[in-house]
């Protein structure tokens, strides 16, 4: 196993490096910091969501669901309408990434600790009816948000729409360190957990036999979820296409190469393995799309198309077992 | 020694168990069985603190249930629930190992290997230790569990129907082992039985329950009776005697 | 209950005449010329392009819940509006100056494809696991809907793309909204056929058992639902949730006989449609909020509440 995550990380540094270094013409001291931003941005927000989606995925105990799926991302440009809503496009504008950063996160972590908490206790136990009602849940969260940004001025409309696609363009150097931060954070409170969330893998009952109830598990759990999505979302935007799709699937394709690459229980490898897959996606699939295919399509819209594709192949492979 | 002091639970309104007082000794197999909806199965999960208790005490080997820290009980008791499916993908090993958690937290050392071996040992499951769960049958996966629970080294294990869906030779094999755990490590073994002729072929004591209290106790020979199988199980069976154990003729 | 349908729909008719940007008292709309010239040119045909939506909308949800045997499905979220959409983009890329036929045609068949990929999808699905269908078949859609994002990108449409993603009712004209018609009639044949459909439910070897050509039942009623949610996503954009909704608050009161069902469908469908364009109409006057936008708010918001009832019964 180590030896696949080593054959990861070498990847991963090899298109870090091409990504760097392909097409470095003109004015070197300017283009230089600019990727270089824009790579760790990438870093982090693979990174973040892949830890996040495993975490998700062990407490909920299946391998289809992803934060994103049960309306997570909605809720980030949710909490920027209303922000916009009651600020102002003035007074929004006025906030600082810092400040802005820690109302969002508090705001995504708090409201996503209800929706997960609805969402539970509205499925109880049913796998299908759980993914579906978040899914639902998750277009009725985009669709207020919709009516609330066509109930404020059009001109601050457009502040809100700017911010609601995932861009990896502009990037704040303060909000970049503030991310990193909370993504570290994250990232260490789920390594902190790896060994009680192996004995979640065994299910509820067995877990409490062995001394690990699932309910404290959870919280903590979900709390670092929420951290780190929230930390991705406000660095990068939501990952969703913006289109007709419900939600973003970048976090299912992440796992279920992770659970290929390192088929294993033990989230101490399962964990730097999806984090790894998480930054190779990313940073890869810009290097393709931008480099070497020249598209003007963002990348989140061909994750959207392949994780739909792949979740729908894990759905129906499920079934047929 | 579990002792249970005023025992009542409700589940969504409806009363499950009413105001029930029992102690179990120590050692020995105690099989609780009673028609289905007797409350069996929830009484063993409050003990097993797999449910919350509404109201009433329990206490396992002088800890009590629900003020004992999680860790303190996992090394007290072990437990096999009814479901056993398991999400994630596991080895036969990945399993037994799991029973050593209380002890190590994560971090497995020399003793917790030698615990893991000697279950996979005693429960003959050496063959199987690298095959997943989902590939061996469902008997092999049963024997899996206990062996799990036994790796957890306990003075106590409670066992809820393990016999689901096993076959007469599956079946027999693990009461054999779960009564060799019982005669040979002086273990405390409560498990819910379905089936009363495994029960009095195989328990030292018997709990009967009948909508939610208890309708009688004792030892097999005493309780097995068509008095009884009328008014608890409202069946007319007769009862045999054989080798000095009641069987009822199905 | 159709009088009162029928009582309530004519009320926000009226109502619906009445609102607009020009003030205008409901007398004059008839009286003066220029407010028959307002009426002609935009109010009414804007009042019968949402009457005709919902009517579309919600008897095609109703079909295809037929035909996939599922209540928690339609066309419009299920790949047929995704597909359609994606019709009418491929031709704009690659026959820039087509004719307004052409696009509709080219959005039908590609909704009819759509619903057929659909179709063959759920197909093998188990019975047992209801939620299984709409989960898959919401997922379809969205797979469609990013291949539409893509392709809207690399063609630099992506502004062209926003309006057919939220259906609106701001634009209709006179001259502008009447491929509707055409889906009303397409959806008018699906009540021809509607005792047939009802047998499908039945399954369809009790049907066959009952003499009914499955294939040619099920041909016919796939090509009418993918003609009027074409229809509707080419002159107004993508409304969803109204074949979800509907059919199901019906079939509570009405059961599932379709030719007893059907009427009452169309009728509510045209009172949430109607209803929904008024209040988005009045809510931010003088801006207007999407018929689409309002309509998945309270679409979802029910859709939520329909998943976790039904689990009592189930």
């Known amino acids: ?321 | 020694m579990i002792r249970i002091e005023g025992l009542s639970h409700a589940i969504g309104g409806s009363p499950i168990l009413h105001d029930i007082d029992l102690t179990l000794p120590e050692g020995g197999v105690t099989a609780l069985i009673g028609p289905n909806g007797a409350g069996k199965s929830t009484l063993l999960s409050l003990i097993a603190r797999l449910q919350k208790i509404q109201a009433g005490r329990i206490t396992v080997g002088g800890q009590e249930v629900g003020r004992t820290s999680d860790r303190d009980l996992a090394r007290t008791l072990a437990v096999m629930a009814q479901s056993t499916h398991v999400s994630a993908r596991l080895s036969v090993a990945d399993l037994v190992s799991f029973g050593r958690y209380p002890w190590h937290r994560g971090r497995p050392g020399a003793i917790d290997r030698d615990h893991v071996e000697q279950a996979l040992t005693r429960f003959d499951l050496l063959a199987l230790r690298h095959r997943f769960l989902d590939e061996i049958s469902g008997g092999q996966r049963q024997r899996a569990f206990v062996a799990m629970a036994y790796a957890q080294d306990t003075p106590y294990l409670l066992l809820d129907e393990p016999l689901n869906n096993l076959d007469i030779a599956a079946a027999r094999d693990l009461m054999g082992l779960v009564r060799d755990m019982a005669d040979r490590d002086g273990r405390t073994v409560v498990i819910v039985l379905h089936d009363i002729n495994y029960a009095t072929g195989f328990a030292d004591r018997l709990v009967v329950l009948k909508d939610g209290r208890i309708a009688a106790q004792g030892q097999p020979a005493q309780i097995v009776t068509e008095a009884l199988l009328r008014d608890v199980f409202g069946t007319s069976a007769t009862v045999e005697t054989l080798q000095g154990r009641p069987y009822v003729v199905v | ?314």
């Open chain 3, 1 to 314: 209950m159709r009088l009162a349908g029928a009582a309530l729909l004519s009320g926000l008719w009226l109502l619906s005449l009445a609102i607009g940007a020009a003030d205008q008292s409901l007398a004059d709309l008839f009286l003066t010329p220029e407010g028959r010239a307002l009426m002609l040119e935009s109010r009414l045909p804007r009042t019968v392009a949402a009457v005709l939506a919902g009517v579309g909308l919600a008897m095609s949800g109703q079909v295809m819940q037929v035909l996939a045997r599922n209540r928690f499905i339609e066309p419009m979220t299920a790949g047929a509006g995704q597909s359609a959409a994606l019709g009418v983009l491929l031709c704009t890329l690659v026959l820039p100056g087509a004719a307004i036929g052409v696009k509709m045609a080219a959005a039908a068949l590609c909704a009819l494809a759509g619903s057929l990929g659909l179709m063959a999808l759920i197909r093998p699905l188990p019975p047992t696991q209801p939620l299984l269908v709409p989960l898959v078949a919401l997922v379809y859609g969205g797979v469609i809907g990013a291949v539409v994002t893509f392709v809207a990108y690399q063609g630099n449409m992506m502004q062209f793309l926003g309006t057919w993603l939220t259906g609106e009712l701001s634009g209709v004209l006179r001259g502008r909204y009447e491929l509707l018609w055409i889906g009303a009639v397409a959806s008018g044949a699906t009540y021809l056929i509607a005792d047939r459909l009802s047998l499908l439910s039945l399954g369809e070897d009790a049907a066959r058992a009952l003499g009914l050509n499955v294939g040619l039942v099920t041909a016919a009623a796939v090509a009418a639902i993918s003609v009027v949610t074409a229809m509707i996503v080419v002159t107004l954009g993508a409304i969803p949730f109204v074949g979800l909704v509907v059919p199901n608050l019906v079939a509570r009161l009405a059961g599932d006989n379709l030719r007893r069902a059907l009427p009452l469908t169309a009728l509510a469908g045209a009172i949430l449609v109607l209803a929904a364009d008024i209040l988005g109409r009045v809510i931010r006057a003088p801006y207007e909020v999407p018929v689409a936008t309002t309509i998945a708010v309270i679409g979802a918001t029910a859709f939520v509440v329909m998943l976790n009832r039904g689990r009592t019964r189930a």
């Open chain 1, 1 to 321: 196993m180590p030896r696949r995550l080593i054959a990861l990380a070498l990847l991963l540094a090899l298109s870090a490096a091409a990504y760097i270094l392909i097409d470095l013409k003109g004015p070197v001291a300017f283009i230089l910091p600019y990727r270089l931003t824009k790579l760790a941005a990438l870093m982090l927000v693979g990174v973040a969501i892949a830890v996040a989606t495993v975490l998700f995925q062990t407490i909920t105990g299946n391998r289809i669901l992803t934060p994103s799926l049960m309306g997570f991302d909605a809720l980030y440009v949710f909490v920027l309408t209303a922000l916009v809503h009651t600020l102002g496009s003035v007074g929004f504008s006025a906030l600082s990434p810092g400040v802005l950063f820690a109302l969002n996160l508090t705001a995504m972590t708090a409201l996503g600790l209800v929706l997960f908490g609805v969402l539970m206790r509205l499925a109880r136990g049913d796998m299908v009816r759980l993914v579906l009602t978040g899914i639902v849940i998750g277009l009725l969260i985009r669709a207020i948000t919709e009516f609330l940004q066509r109930l404020i001025d059009p001109n601050e409309f457009q502040t809100v729409q700017s911010l609601s696609f995932a861009r990896f363009t502009q990037i704040d150097g303060v909000l970049l360190a503030v991310s990193a931060v909370a993504v570290i954070v994250g990232t260490g409170l789920a390594w902190h957990l790896r060994h009680r969330l192996d004995v979640l893998s065994l299910g509820q009952e067995a877990a409490t036999g062995l001394g690990e109830p699932p309910a404290s598990l959870h919280r903590l759990a979900l709390l670092t979820i929420c951290l780190l999505v929230a930390a991705a979302t406000s660095l990068a935007g939501p990952l969703s296409s913006g289109g007709f799709g419900p939600a973003s699937f970048f976090g299912l394709i992440v796992t279920a190469f992770a659970h290929m690459v390192t088929p294993t229980h033990r989230h101490a490898i399962l964990l730097p393995c999806a984090a790894l897959i998480g930054g190779i996606i990313l940073i890869g699939g810009q290097l393709v799309m931008e480099r070497l295919l020249d598209l003007a399509t963002p990348l989140t819209v061909v994750i959207e198309l392949i994780g739909g594709a792949v979740f729908l192949y894990l759905l129906l492979k499920r079934r047929a077992a």
